[in-house]
């Protein structure tokens, strides 16, 4: 019989020659080289060494808990057979073995299944160990090679099925991972490879399934047929030898027809079956120069391959639960920033563990009116995918909330509300800012969130002063919003407290360093060159070392360029009939201003049915702006909140092809409601000499 190793907890040193390759496969533990060196003195007529034809190699048996430590601390026994230690031959079994002692019999037998016991237990929590499918699979492989078996395939259905999902096609399984020991003069000093070729007897390339390149011929995919053998074995998910009647045409059809089917009990063919179906098989293998599989062997592999199919069950379950979170908090956050008139913008998003990348951290960037751009950031309290939904719905708020273009401080009084209608237990901190790139100011009001930095153009940083405010969910709390100048030049930093605050520092020591920082790198580019936005999110974020990353991190950097006023044309038009005329004329005036005399027709026509428009339903002046950027906009603004819309007019209708002109001539065109009223806007593509 097999003899097992025994369990040692705790690491074990490794002993010279054994342990693993870079390419994943189990060497021979240092047992190997002993029975090469045993194999040597046979060879030699070394008396001691010499054995009866046909018996096995009598490896020595590790002294006082010695030995090389195999799979979780177990040291390796046996390999090649047991002996009962004076010289006779292999034990066979718990049945007899040791000549006229019953006593010593039952005791050897009971060592055996020790041993064996151990084994299973160091075998199952190496397998236990991973977290993820490769990691699984691997454990196995190496928890059984070649302590147990000489060789392994791992079979795995493809796709792996995930909960309660139902195949939809015929059942396929791939060949996952394989494992052997390596040919014996990879695994032995110089000194004894010599000896091992002249007999052979522990020639482990000589594999039955191994090529001539040392690989594993087997079929690389498997289509299991309905009704056929390999189906029959596997429905019935107990191990069989694979010299058995069902297991022969099995293995034939696992591993393919024009691959060698191993003779004898020198197989075992383990169904792998999770909770609710068979998700695979795995084959071991043992060489002629060991002992064939015995009975008591189908129970250690029904062991192994249970806790490795459990394993990997709840692996492909982890993987979904997190590819779910994963997927919710991308999609929760925007793809991509857009590219407002007169700003720049770059983000980064950190979360605080790879293992939980839900969290409430958000930041955005939402074009407004008058080519105006919101900056929002916030940090609701958690980790979870609670966390994750509110933070979530707070994002829409604010959205929403930024369309109908309120005031800053009432955004956030908005959606104060908002988190209290959510629970009372919903808190968040959230900084919004306005900024106006033709007044070159901006307007931030905050609820409880860490200032933001301005850098300028000359290098130094600044923390803001603004409002501190409660944070977003404590209710009845009034917010305060302030106007700051915005620079063409400047960077804001807007952040949340991940990137300051951490165990081993608290919040305003984070801001200094901060600030340090942003002004060190401002530096390095000189005085009149503001640093590049995205080095300049990398140089920040490089700023936390070991121990700084306790909590998410939402980081969104704004460069002011804003328009120079030469490029903003701006006028009131009373709401008469007069007004589409004098429209047309001040905006041939500012064509010719501008160079811009190819787009006149164009744009007379296009300010014509939009003021005609404004007019015919406004009360108070209606506004005319025209903004020169890397386009032409045009925006045109009344009192009257109903939005246009268009439509398709009928032949007998003589207006309402005005919004069919824009959709059409226009580059972009829209229409936002304001709180005084709405604005109506279209782009056209400035001449390509003029264009950026």
């Known amino acids: 019989m097999t003899e097992y190793p025994t369990s040692q907890e705790g690491p074990q040193p490794v002993a010279s020659g054994g342990g693993t390759d870079d390419a994943g496969h189990g060497k021979a533990p240092i047992v190997a080289a002993e029975a090469v060196r045993t194999h040597a003195q046979n060879a030699a007529g070394d008396p001691d060494g010499a054995r009866a034809p046909g018996r096995s190699a009598e490896l020595p048996r590790p002294r006082g808990g010695g030995g090389r430590p195999a799979a979780d601390g177990a040291s390796v026994g046996a390999l090649s057979g047991a002996t009962d230690g004076s010289g006779g031959g292999p034990i066979a079994g718990g049945s007899g073995g040791v000549p006229g002692g019953g006593t010593a019999d039952v005791t050897t037998t009971a060592r055996r299944e020790g041993d064996r016991l151990r084994f299973v237990g160091a075998a199952t929590r190496r397998i236990a160990r991973g977290i993820d499918l490769d990691e699984i699979v691997l454990g196995l492989c190496r928890a059984t090679v070649p302590t147990f078996s000489d060789a392994i395939l791992v079979y795995l259905r493809d796709p792996l099925p995930v909960g309660d999902e139902r195949p939809v096609g015929p059942v396929v399984l791939r060949l996952r991972r394989t494992d052997r020991l390596r040919p014996l003069d990879d695994l032995t000093s110089g000194e004894f490879a010599g000896a091992a070729g002249s007999g052979g007897e522990l020639d482990f390339s000589r594999l039955p399934l191994v090529g001539p390149q040392g690989d594993l011929p087997a079929a690389e995919l498997c289509e299991i047929r309905p009704g056929g053998p390999l189906a029959e074995v596997l429905r019935g998910v107990r191990p069989v030898f694979g010299s058995s009647v069902a297991a022969k045409d099995a293995l034939s059809e696992l591993l393919g027809g024009d691959h060698p089917v191993p003779r004898g009990q020198r197989a075992i063919l383990a169904p792998l079956r999770g909770r609710r179906r068979v998700i695979g098989s795995a084959v071991f293998l043992r060489t002629p120069e060991r002992p064939a599989f015995e009975t008591n062997d189908l129970l250690v592999a029904a062991q192994l391959a249970t806790h490795t199919a459990l394993g990997i069950d709840k692996a492909m379950l982890y993987g979904r639960e997190a590819y779910i979170a994963d997927e919710l908090q991308r999609t929760m956050l925007p793809d991509s920033l857009p590219q407002p008139t007169g700003v720049r913008l770059a983000s980064r998003y950190l979360p605080a563990a790879e293992t939980a990348r839900v969290g409430g951290d958000w930041y955005d960037a939402i074009p407004l009116p008058g080519s105006r751009v919101a900056l929002v950031v916030g940090d609701v309290m958690g980790h979870s995918m609670t966390s994750a939904a509110i933070m979530g719905q707070l994002r829409t708020t604010a959205q929403t909330l930024a369309q109908l273009d309120l005031p800053p401080a009432e955004v956030l009084h908005h959606l104060d509300e908002q988190a209290q209608r959510l629970g009372s237990d919903r808190m968040a901190t959230c900084l919004y800012a306005v900024y106006d790139p033709v007044s070159h100011r901006i ?98 974020l490089d700023m936390l070392g070991p121990g700084d990353r306790d909590d998410d991190i939402a980081l969104l950097a704004a460069r002011f360029d804003g328009i120079a006023p030469s490029d903003v044309a701006y006028w009131f038009l009373d709401p008469e009939e007069t007004a589409p005329g004098r429209a047309r004329r001040f905006a041939r005036r500012a064509l010719a201003r501008w160079g811009l005399e190819e787009l006149q027709d164009s744009l007379e026509l296009l300010v014509s049915e939009v003021v005609t428009n404004a007019v015919r339903y406004a009360e108070r002046p209606v506004t005319l702006r025209l903004l020169r950027t890397d386009v032409l906009r045009c925006e045109v603004g009344d009192d009257s909140p109903q939005l246009p819309r268009q439509r398709r007019a009928r032949e007998t209708d003589e207006g309402g092809r005005g919004l069919f002109l824009v959709n059409r001539m226009a580059r972009r065109w829209g229409a936002t409601r304001l709180s005084s009223g709405k604005v109506v806007w279209f782009e056209l593509t400035l001449p390509r000499g003029d264009a950026g």
């Open 443 to 540: 307007t931030i009001a905050n609820a409880g969130h860490p200032p933001p930095v301005l850098l300028h153009l000359g290098g130094r940083a600044e923390v803001l002063r603004v409002p501190p405010g409660a944070p977003i969910g404590v209710g009845g709390v009034d917010f305060e919003a302030v106007e700051l100048d915005a620079p063409a030049g400047a960077t804001l930093l807007l952040y949340t407290d991940g990137l300051v605050e951490s165990r081993l520092r608290d919040v305003w020591t984070g801001i200094e360093q901060l600030r340090e920082r942003l002004a060190t790198t401002a530096q390095l580019t000189g005085v009149d060159h503001p640093p590049p936005l995205e080095a300049l999110c990398d140089d920040v």
